[in-house]
């Protein structure tokens, strides 16, 4: 068992940045692969961010293309912490943000994780 807490969201002007935390207690975060996602009202779960475990390829990273650029996944294994950094934030990144640890399949799909945060709110004004 994995529990997942997740932190750091909040409201700020467009262009400005947040820094999310995934803090994880139960089990070595950093034997897991972990990713973002987000849901905006009436909008289905959607795929942000992605950092592999340590042992698959040293925590390689991947983002969904309207990200790229912008935010940074990463993680402090000290802490057993995933982090997302957020740039340059818009509107549209308007939601609230999930971590989850990957389990098996497509790790764009939110239905291929196991262990799940209990979401934290990003609000962007314009």
């Known amino acids: 068992q994995v529990q997942l807490v997740e932190s750091g969201g909040g409201l700020v002007q467009a262009g400005g940045s947040l820094r999310l935390s995934c803090a994880a207690s139960?089990?070595?975060?950093?034997?897991?692969?972990t990713g973002w996602f987000r849901q905006a009202p009436g909008k289905e779960r959607e795929f942000v961010a992605f950092?592999?475990?340590?042992?698959?390829?040293?925590?390689?990273?991947i983002y969904e293309d309207s990200v790229k650029g912008r935010f940074t996944i990463s993680r402090d294994n000290a802490k057993n912490t995933v982090y997302l950094q957020m740039n340059s934030l818009k509107p549209e990144d308007t939601a609230v943000y999930y971590c989850?640890?990957?389990?098996?399949?497509?790790?764009?799909?939110?239905?291929?994780?196991?262990?799940w945060g209990q979401g934290t709110q990003v609000t962007v004004s314009s």
């Open positions: 139960g089990r070595t975060f950093s034997n897991y692969a």
């Open positions: 950092v592999t475990a340590i042992s698959w390829s040293g925590g390689s990273t």
């Open positions: 989850a640890v990957y389990r098996s399949g497509e790790f764009r799909r939110w239905q291929s994780y196991e262990y």
